[in-house]
């Protein structure tokens, strides 16, 4: 048997499960609360799962283990960032959240804000946040399918592409919550055991011990002692130091503002068991990112990491698959041939699960923020027809996403990823954080704070070296890059927040501070919140 | 949103939630809700930045040898999980034992139309 043959069998495996789960959802979905919220019941444990499922990108699996291969110990300082983040999750939004909103982000603004403008710009944030990060994951997914398979073609990563749109499109459109939920849950399973698994192996060659490990990656990586020191790709000059803490600031603000994360606090009965989701989320996504740490050093200390290997000409994405291989027995060996195919079936399982997510938040804000609460303001809107206009902005966005991921392939991944995060810690968390603390805020400040962030984000990544001006810019040739940094953060971030805090002194909205009585008891207590469906 | 929209339900219902709003019980829970979140809130950031900015200007720091290959700086970036999950817990043992409590009372009194 080939490996492509193994390889693409489990592929299809992968497919036809979470197809089948879909199916399966797909007649559990009535009403509108099913398709936003799966009916808002999923247990505690079982939505902590599905966060992990959404959380755990490609981009961390193969990503961190790659930058750590790779760079060694500034590839951990990724991970952190990630981590940490879920703390501001837990403590300051997960519950109060569940508590005060129903099916998008843009509900607990609307509670006590005018329905139209907030409505309006938190859906903007939605759709910008979920493009850049969908984008990301389809352009890490055509990579990684043309290199898995072993076929490096153009036309094969442009198939992937739009093959990975289409099956996203199908689970949303046809499972909703539900259906992507179960998607996540099983990818979320099949990724920690396959991880776990590999760590295992790894660990065991060095007798579990992990100075011995990383004593031969440090030796094997070429680098010596300096591959387990920070600053091997982030050291440099104080502007390179700035950008890296901007970085590090959009890591552990954005994951609360990222809206396929929100939206999943909704998914759950009560707020207790939104907290209860977060738990788990923290327990399973800081023990993955723990494996993550010894896949990468493994791979740095048993794989050929030069500059000509095939682990540093894809910037380490294969790293995690081709560790499998190796601990598996080798190039040519059943058992290497075995763990290699599952490993980049899970990575597979993995791509598949975040877009579903991703495409899921941004057609429920379309249709919940912009047809109900916008377009048809006064008019009822019955919950067949929001459901339906749901799924056509699934297959609209869907599609937008393809026709932007084939010209995206040129972008980093890592980057977009990282722009995802600012602008989700610039625009939606400023907006979250003062709408749940502050009474006097009002409708001028958030769409100020949303707007002003989500400009300032994406408006400082178009004027930086990322865009023009230096040998790896988008646009080599020109240069127009006059803000120094690639990574926004550390300015738009404040910035979101003072145009949240202007907005809100010049501007006086009564019924605001009025219904911010209704919404803290809410958020509180529970006390009104939307409670699980009957059925 | 503009009052003239709402319901007499919803009127009522605002009344409710004007009176819960104005109880002792309901002052606690958000005092002790408050009360932990922000301090450690801050004090998580502070100490995650604290991590980001010696990894980048304290090199020299980071890079001492404990024990083998351990180097402070991974066992800084290890207390970084190590307090991510202690924080976590703390938290879910708070509010299980002072927020859970008295937020499903002022609830159940709300359901149960106690205030109005």
Redesign the interface.
């Known amino acids: 048997m080939s490996q492509q043959f193994l390889t693409s069998s489990l592929f299809i495996a992968v497919v036809l499960l979470t197809v089948g789960i879909t199916m399966w959802a797909s007649r559990q979905t009535k009403t509108a609360s099913d398709f936003y919220s799966g009916g808002r019941s999923f247990s505690g444990f079982q939505n902590g799962l599905a966060i992990g499922g959404d959380y755990m990108s490609a981009a961390s699996f193969l990503g961190i283990s790659g930058a750590i291969a790779l760079f060694g110990y500034d590839g951990f300082l990724y991970s952190i960032g990630f981590l940490v983040a879920w703390l501001v999750a837990l403590l300051l939004v997960a519950e109060m959240l569940r508590n005060a909103g129903r099916y998008t982000m843009a509900d607990q603004l609307a509670y006590r804000m005018r329905q139209r403008p907030v409505r309006t710009a938190a859906s903007m944030s939605t759709v910008v946040v979920s493009i850049f990060y969908l984008l990301a994951q389809m352009v890490g997914a055509g990579t990684l399918v043309a290199l898995l398979l072993g076929v490096e073609s153009q036309a094969i990563k442009n198939v992937t592409i739009v093959g990975v749109g289409v099956l996203m499109i199908f689970y949303v459109t046809v499972g909703g919550m539900k259906g992507t939920t179960w998607v996540q849950i099983v990818k979320a399973v099949l990724l920690m055991t396959g991880s776990l698994l590999i760590t295992i192996l790894v660990l065991a060659q060095f007798d579990f011990n992990l100075s011995t490990l990383l004593g031969a990656a440090a030796e094997n990586s070429g680098k010596g002692q300096a591959f387990l020191e920070p600053g091997l790709r982030y050291g440099g000059d104080f502007l390179a130091k700035i950008d890296f803490i901007s970085l590090g600031l959009a890591l552990v603000l954005g994951t609360a503002g990222l809206p396929h994360i929100l939206i999943r606090f909704y998914t759950v009965p009560t707020a207790q068991d939104a907290r209860k989701s977060v738990l788990w989320a923290i327990g399973l996504i800081g023990a993955f990112y723990l494996m993550t740490l010894v896949l990468g050093f493994g791979a740095a200390a048993l794989l050929d990491t030069g500059a000509d290997s095939e682990v540093a000409k894809t910037t380490g994405n294969l790293a995690s698959p081709l560790l499998a291989e190796a601990v598996g027995g080798g190039a040519g060996s059943t058992g290497g041939a075995i763990l290699l195919a599952l490993i980049s079936a899970v990575a597979f399982a993995t791509i598949l699960a975040v877009v579903a997510g991703l495409t899921l938040a941004s057609s429920s804000s379309v249709a919940h923020d912009l047809y109900k609460g916008v377009f048809k303001k006064d008019r009822q809107v019955t919950e067949r027809e929001e459901v339906l206009v749901a799924r056509v902005a699934a297959f609209a966005i869907g599609a937008i996403a393809i026709i932007l991921a084939i010209p995206a392939q040129r972008l980093n991944i890592a980057f977009l990823v990282a722009l995802a995060f600012a602008v989700a810690a610039s625009a939606n968390l400023p907006a979250i954080i003062y709408n749940m603390f502050w009474k006097r805020f009002n409708t001028r400040g958030a769409t100020w704070s949303i707007y002003g962030g989500l400009l300032a984000a994406v408006g400082l990544v178009f004027f930086s070296p990322v865009m023009s001006g230096a040998e790896t810019s988008l646009f080599p040739n020109s240069d127009w890059a006059v803000f120094p940094l690639s990574n926004p953060g550390i300015i738009s971030i404040p910035f979101g927040f003072l145009m949240g805090f202007l907005g809100t002194i010049t501007s006086r909205e009564p019924e605001s501070e009025v219904m911010f009585v209704e919404l803290e008891v809410r958020a509180l207590t529970g006390a009104g919140a939307e409670g699980a469906s009957s059925h | 949103?503009?009052?003239n929209y709402r319901t007499t339900d919803e009127r009522t219902?605002?009344a409710t939630?004007?009176r819960?709003?104005a109880t002792k019980e309901?002052h606690e829970?958000?005092r002790r809700?408050r009360g932990?979140?922000i301090p450690?809130?801050v004090a998580?950031?502070v100490w995650?930045?604290t991590?980001?900015?010696l990894?980048?200007?304290a090199?020299d720091f980071?890079?001492t040898k404990l024990?083998?290959?351990?180097?402070i700086?991974?066992v800084f970036?290890l207390l970084?999980?190590v307090t991510?999950?202690l924080?976590?817990w703390l938290?879910?043992k708070h509010?299980a034992k002072h927020l859970?409590p008295l937020?499903?009372q002022?609830?159940s009194e709300?359901?149960t139309g106690a205030h109005s």
Do not use: C, P
């Open positions: 949103m503009a009052e219902a605002h939630y004007e819960m709003h309901f829970l958000r809700y932990f979140a450690w809130t998580f950031l995650y930045l991590y980001v900015v990894s980048t200007w090199t980071m890079n024990v083998g290959n351990i180097n700086a991974l970036g970084q999980f991510t999950f924080i976590a938290y879910a509010s859970d937020a499903n002022l609830k709300f359901d």
